[in-house]
């Protein structure tokens, strides 16, 4: 079946910090893959997607390239802020699943000190 | 723009007790709908979607039931809430096109004591 599995948190890093939350994907089909994150006490909010092999998704500085060869979708971000403190969560849709039902991975939860 | 509302956005409620949680669209017509449960520290859980009007699809089997009386209303219920229940409960809406995004609303916030 199609699954997502994420880095486990918490992550905690410096202002200005290189951030990489890793995330690996399994689908008998051909998915779109996104990333959400998720402030406290907030709902989600979509961050970023690609919906074929090797687009890259961005925004806010953050980015993820559809990696096919290592069902992959890394989330990176070059300078993180305290700002950037969240929940982030991996995501799967797949065009085989009637309902466009998505598979969402554990969360990671990231802590970014001044 | 597209907008989901969610209510209440916190409860407190005993065991034993019933629950109605409502969550509206607006702004698109004939939208996929979904209830997630999210547990404290944990990930998303699909309760229920809705392709229109009067279906709904379980994908967890326990107390809680969902209702889509109108086309861009989804509401979850149950008769007797247990401590388990408790949890940030998220509506979510898509277009129901194949992989389409799925986005969410601003939660409500359950505690069952």
């Known amino acids: 079946g199609n699954s997502v599995t994420q880095m486990e948190g918490p992550v905690t890093l410096s202002e200005e910090a290189f951030l990489t939350i890793n995330c690996t994907y399994t689908?008998?089909?051909?998915?779109?893959l996104f990333w959400y994150v998720q402030y406290p006490g907030e709902g989600l909010q979509l961050l970023l997607k690609?919906?074929?092999?090797?687009d890259k998704g961005s925004n806010k500085g953050f980015e993820a390239t559809y990696r096919k060869e290592t069902t992959s979708f890394h989330l990176e971000k070059g300078s993180v802020q305290v700002s950037d403190s969240a929940v982030y969560f991996c995501?799967?849709?797949?065009?085989?699943?009637?309902?466009?039902?998505?598979?969402f991975g554990a969360g990671t939860r990231l802590t970014v000190k001044p | 723009s597209q907008t989901i509302h969610q209510w209440p956005a916190t409860l407190v409620q005993p065991v034993g007790s019933p629950l109605s949680l409502e969550c509206t669209v607006e702004?698109?017509?004939?939208?996929?709908l979904y209830w997630y449960r999210q547990a404290a520290g944990r990930g998303l859980q699909l309760l229920f979607y809705?392709?229109?009007?009067?279906?709904i699809s379980s994908e967890v089997p326990q107390n809680l039931s969902a209702s889509r009386p109108q086309d861009r209303q989804f509401i979850l219920s149950s008769k007797k809430l247990l401590l388990s229940d408790s949890g940030f409960y998220l509506c979510?809406?898509?277009?129901?096109?194949?992989?389409?995004?799925?986005?969410f609303g601003p939660g409500t916030r359950l505690t069952v004591l």
């Open positions: 995501a799967l849709s797949d065009r085989q699943m009637d309902n466009n039902d998505m598979r």
């Open positions: 809705s392709v229109g009007i009067g279906q």
């Open positions: 690609a919906t074929k092999a090797d």
């Open positions: 689908a008998t089909g051909y998915p779109s």
């Open positions: 702004g698109t017509s004939n939208p996929n």
């Open positions: 979510a809406r898509s277009t129901g096109q194949v992989a389409d995004t799925q986005y």
